[in-house]
T-cell receptor, first 112, second 110 residues
């Protein structure tokens, strides 16, 4: 157990639907990062939060949004889902920005 | 922006030594990190180089040359369990998040 908890582990949904992925960071970590990993692709940076505030955006689609709550857990919302959104979605946390990442085990999203 | 280049695949046999190269382009360089990911699993941190030179951690070593914008991960005494994907990463321009390369798949055979 890495200390970063992601739920659910698997999610199957239909095109056009909306889903929410949840991440609880490691205790004491203030930064949360979301990454998307498609089949045979690298880790695409989506968005970062630090202590409740958005700090950086990567290749995140407008259909996607995220937030970090006062208890530091984070949620990634994916809407108007398309087949191409099928991927592994990883959350990572760190005590400092940009360093010392601990990844969760990921949520495997399948859009049918 | 940032970009990283690394080979897509590398193959080797048990007991051998393999080197995975990474070249990068970035503004405001903070350091080069390496992560390992077994199939479908969570990426795990291997090493971090902020300064030029070689960092050794057991069977794994990582090297950085900032003047060449180049680094490598050296894996010695390869074992079957080393079969995995290896990613190099640099911190983004804002200095807040890691940007990863596309990864190198290492296959170790007996």
């Amino acid at each position: 157990d890495s200390g970063v908890t992601q739920t659910p582990k698997h999610l199957i949904t239909a095109t056009g639907q909306r889903v929410t992925l949840r991440c609880s960071p490691r205790s004491g970590d203030l930064s949360v990062y979301w990454y998307q990993q498609s089949l045979d692709q690298g880790l695409q940076f989506l968005i970062q939060y630090y202590n409740g505030e958005e700090r950086a955006k990567g290749n995140i689609l407008e259909r996607f949004s995220a937030q970090q709550f006062p208890d530091l857990h984070s949620e990634l919302n994916l809407s108007s889902l398309e087949l191409g959104d099928s991927a592994l979605y990883f959350c990572a946390s760190s005590p400092r920005q940009g360093d010392g990442y601990t990844f969760g085990s990921g949520t495997r999203l399948t859009v049918v | 922006g940032q970009s990283l280049e690394q080979p897509s695949e590398v193959t080797a046999v048990e007991g051998a030594i393999v080197q995975i190269n990474c070249t990068y382009q970035t503004s405001g360089f903070y350091g080069l990190s390496w992560y390992q990911q077994h199939d479908g699993g969570a990426p795990t941190f291997l090493s971090y180089n902020a300064l030029d030179g070689l960092e050794e951690t057991g069977r794994f070593s990582s090297f950085l040359s900032r003047s060449d914008s180049y680094g490598y991960l050296l894996l010695q005494e390869l074992q079957m369990k080393d079969s995995a994907s290896y990613f190099c990463a640099v911190i983004n321009q804002a200095g807040t998040a890691l940007i990863f390369g596309k990864g190198t798949t290492l296959s170790v055979s007996s």
